[in-house]
């Protein structure tokens, strides 16, 4: 820009620091949203709400940490707005779910798969990890009641197997052997009611994943890293002025 504009950067530096915020336009409306928090370092952080239809983020708010407060200030400042929220497609985070009880929650499809591979790892060693993993990634191409009829019978086949105890010689106390394999399945257990909400609202045009907003993630992280020796209150004020774009 300094080039461009035959200026010193610590003149572009001034007039990107003194540049009032941007005025943001709504136009209320009904939006399906898609929801969620990223993190630029450990205490500043960025609660996004962003209709994919629109292709605009509707809500931006710095945040500390991903509290359910977060998502629950943003639905009800959207809705303050004018907006009305058709349903919302979340990444999983316990007790956010509840605050949309009364609209069509989705489960994102990558971040279940996410949640999986964190408990049995890209290559499982156990055959029942690995019948488990080969479920989820059919995700995209199967349906509630498939899904459901496969991981009951997965269930089945492998309950004993879940329940085995290992003993400590010690303490005597006992815990059960294939834990990371119990989590995996009762997430998906858990989760399974809202992974296809997409297909149950066809008229809503459902994402079935956050790509969306986490594509202008990633974007805006390489940007962050391109201008690493900018001042904390000027990236900040970049960042978010990219994401009200």
Not at 15 to 32: E, G, L, M, W, Y
Request: positive net charge; hydrophobic residues 35%; contains cysteine.
């Amino acid at each position: 820009m300094a080039s461009k504009y035959g200026r010193s950067k610590n003149w572009i530096r001034d007039r990107i620091r003194n540049a009032p915020p941007r005025n943001h336009n709504t136009t209320p409306q009904s939006v399906v949203v898609i929801a969620d928090v990223t993190f630029f370092r450990r205490s500043f952080g960025v609660c996004v709400m962003r209709s994919p239809h629109l292709k605009k983020n509707l809500y931006v708010q710095e945040v500390k940490n991903e509290s359910i407060d977060a998502y629950w200030q943003g639905r009800t400042t959207l809705e303050n707005m004018g907006y009305t929220l058709q349903a919302i497609v979340l990444d999983g985070r316990p007790g956010v779910r509840q605050l949309f009880s009364d609209i069509p929650v989705q489960m994102c499809h990558f971040h279940q798969k996410q949640i999986i591979t964190r408990y049995l790892t890209n290559n499982p060693k156990l055959e029942a990890g690995i019948a488990l993993k080969k479920l989820v990634t059919i995700l995209c191409e199967t349906n509630e009641k498939d899904l459901t009829v496969a991981l009951d019978a997965w269930h089945d086949k492998w309950s004993s197997f879940l329940k085995e105890r290992t003993v400590d010689p010690f303490t005597g106390r006992w815990h059960y052997t294939h834990k990371r394999l119990r989590s995996a399945h009762r997430s998906l257990r858990l989760n399974l009611p809202y992974l296809f909400t997409y297909q149950k609202y066809p008229e809503l045009n459902i994402p079935n994943t956050t790509n969306s907003l986490d594509g202008c993630f990633a974007y805006l992280k390489e940007l962050v890293r391109v201008h690493r020796g900018l001042k904390r209150s000027l990236k900040d004020k970049i960042i978010e002025e990219i994401l009200w774009r």
